[in-house]
């Protein structure tokens, strides 16, 4: 929530935030702003509603010259996407210019106080609030910049990653973090801070990975990282592992295009080298070394938002399926506010693609508080939730960019069909040659998903019949239900349509009533367990005027009789079902909203990583 860039060094400053705020406008895209620091102390802050490139239509005829400086594109929490709210902010004497990513949860009260004190804010926003608080311990304590940025921090309540500049000195930036991501670059005589590593990559392989409660000084090309309670900390210093290549669209028009034919490769980077079907095992080390406590297990929850949830949805069944631990999913807003019964004999696995969705976070930290062994499956290496887990497993899925989640959901699934299956063997809930014709099932998905992906033509002309619907309705039973809740979300999240997953038997407690003959519904309908079951469900369907595109399984002849529109897909192993299905709901949610004409990678109101609760 809020992408945020600074550069301090030798080249011009402007171009690389810009560059790097197009890169992290997936964090929101409400309003844009850069400060630029010249070696001469002139202070230059332009900022914008509305997206990065309306950021650069105003700043096109205006003076961006400048070796410090940052810039910040915005979700807006506290104020109204405008103007005047966008960051940066500035003290009230002008000297502070700050940007910030996260919510001052304490902003009312400190705000108040300072305008006793006399003090005028020019936004509605609480980043404002912090950088006046900064100014006014600067002022009274008679303490350096570095000192009067710590002093403030002890007294903010909330999450935040800041970056701080002064104008009196341009050879001087400060950040810090609480609860909010930030990667510092180290380059040649150069450094670079961002919410992600997207915008440092082409400059340094040479990171660091702020911790929680630790600011990064960066004193005339010198770094120092230190705690808010004033301990002076030695950074490790990491190479980066993602690649240019990674973070650009590679010729398709959309980053959710490029990420959804991604998948065949995702989905193997997920299981390579996990999986050895010779001798049918799996090596997830990390949580090999709870062996002994995951043969006792009585219970298992996991905990999530949005499309990882659905991801969760699915490991519920494969859980239970497989390693026969009584599972349940908890939405993590939900269940962190709840006072959730969970004790030291509990597990927990946090799902999230970018390891940083503030509720997420803070479910996982509740139940480590209450002493469950945590776990979590992850995309974003190094992001906040891998780092405060017992073990997890990595998804390698790469960024993804789109904010409407894909390979990011089909390489969660995987991860969590490796991990059932591992505590599977570990439980002894599964028996060798099942576990190696499961192996050897997940070898086939990639060209599967690769089958599944050449229905692209036809899925667009499936969308261009319903384009234009007002409502939509995705049915499925078992492993069929999470695909249907994700496929529901995906059309509308991209294409404004209002859409619902619902469990195709519940489907006649309510949604019956919606039906006519405007509304498409899209069932799960492949050869498995509730294939029958799922066929009467389309009856229903068929038998109130309702228009059905049916998932099915190539082959199946029968399917014909009963739904409007077949889309085929390769035959699987049911609990495999999620990663071949989706790929079709994809496309097709893809398709109606270019159709549509809406912003496919940056759909309005949302964000892609949820750092606010
Ligand atoms: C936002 C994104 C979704 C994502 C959800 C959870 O709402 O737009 O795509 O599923 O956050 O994010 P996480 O990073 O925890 O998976």
């Not at 007294?155 to 800041?162: D, E, N, W």
């Not at 261009?464 to 499925?476: C, I, P, Q, T, V």
Request: proline residues 4%.
């Amino acid at each position: 929530m809020c992408g945020i860039v600074a550069y301090i060094g030798h080249r011009e400053a402007y171009p690389i935030i810009v560059k790097g705020l197009k890169r992290l406008e997936y964090r929101g895209y409400d309003s844009a702003g850069v400060a630029l620091l010249t070696p001469d102390k002139a202070l230059n802050i332009y900022k914008k509603s509305g997206k990065v490139s309306d950021l650069e239509a105003e700043t096109a005829d205006k003076d961006v010259h400048a070796n410090t400086g940052m810039g910040h594109t915005r979700w807006a929490t506290h104020g109204a996407p405008n103007d005047k709210n966008a960051h940066p902010h500035l003290s009230q004497n002008g000297e502070f210019a700050i940007i910030h990513n996260g919510i001052i949860e304490n902003y009312s009260t400190l705000k108040q106080a300072l305008i006793k004190r006399g003090h005028e804010f020019k936004s509605d926003t609480d980043t404002e609030v912090l950088i006046h608080l900064i100014e006014e311990v600067f002022k009274n304590n008679s303490v350096s910049f570095e000192e009067a940025v710590r002093m403030a921090l002890t007294q903010v309540v909330g999450a935040y990653a800041i970056v701080i500049l002064s104008k009196s000195d341009p050879t001087y930036l400060i950040g810090a973090r609480k609860g909010s991501p930030m990667v510092v670059g180290i380059g040649e005589n150069e450094h670079f801070i961002a919410s992600d590593a997207t915008p440092i990559v082409e400059y340094t392989r040479n990171v660091i990975y702020l911790n929680d409660g630790e600011l990064v000084i960066i004193d005339n090309n010198k770094l120092t990282v230190k705690t808010i309670d004033n301990t002076i900390k030695s950074p490790y210093i990491q190479e980066l592992e993602i690649n240019l290549e990674s973070i650009e669209k590679g010729g398709f028009d959309h980053f959710m295009m490029k990420e959804i034919y991604e998948q065949p490769r995702s989905i193997l980077d997920s299981f390579r080298g996990r999986t050895h079907v010779n001798d049918a095992t799996i090596a997830m080390a990390g949580i090999d070394k709870f062996e002994d406590k995951l043969k006792n297990i009585k219970r298992l929850l996991i905990v999530g938002c949005g499309t990882s949830w659905h991801a969760g949805l699915v490991g519920e069944y494969l859980f239970e399926d497989f390693a026969r631990i009584p599972t349940e999913v908890e939405y993590a807003s939900e269940f962190r506010y709840r006072n959730p019964v969970i004790d030291e004999n509990d597990f927990v696995i946090a799902i999230s693609q970018s390891g940083e969705t503030a509720d997420t976070l803070a479910a996982l930290e509740l139940a480590k508080s209450k002493g469950a062994t945590i776990f979590g499956v992850c995309n974003v290496v190094g992001s906040s939730i891998p780092r405060i887990t017992d073990a997890g497993a990595y998804t390698h899925a790469g960024p993804e960019i789109g904010v409407a989640s894909t390979k990011a959901f089909t390489a969660q699934v995987t991860a969590l069909i490796l991990m059932s299956l591992s505590v599977a063997q570990k439980r002894g809930t599964i028996s060798k040659e099942r576990l190696r014709e499961l192996l050897i099932e997940l070898e086939t998905i990639p060209s599967k998903v690769e089958e599944a992906l050449k229905l692209n033509d036809m899925i667009k002309e499936i969308a261009a019949e319903f384009k234009d619907s007002r409502n939509a309705l995705y049915l499925g039973r078992g492993y069929g239900f999470p695909i249907a809740l994700e496929g529901a979300l995906k059309l509308k999240e991209i294409s404004y349509i209002h859409a619902e997953g619902y469990p195709a038997a519940e489907m006649k407690h309510g949604p019956i009533a919606l039906i006519d003959e405007e509304m498409p519904v899209v069932v799960i309908a492949t050869q498995h367990s509730n294939y029958e079951k799922v066929i009467s469900n389309i009856q229903e369907v068929r038998a109130r005027k309702g228009r059905v595109i049916a998932i099915s399984t190539i082959g199946d002849e029968h399917i014909k009789d009963h739904a409007d529109y077949v889309i085929p897909i390769p035959q699987c192993e049911e609990a495999m079902l999620p990663l071949i299905a989706s790929i079709p709901l994809q496309l097709l949610s893809y398709h109606i909203a270019v159709m549509r004409e809406c912003n496919v990678d940056q759909p309005r109101n949302l964000a892609k990583s949820v750092t606010v609760e």
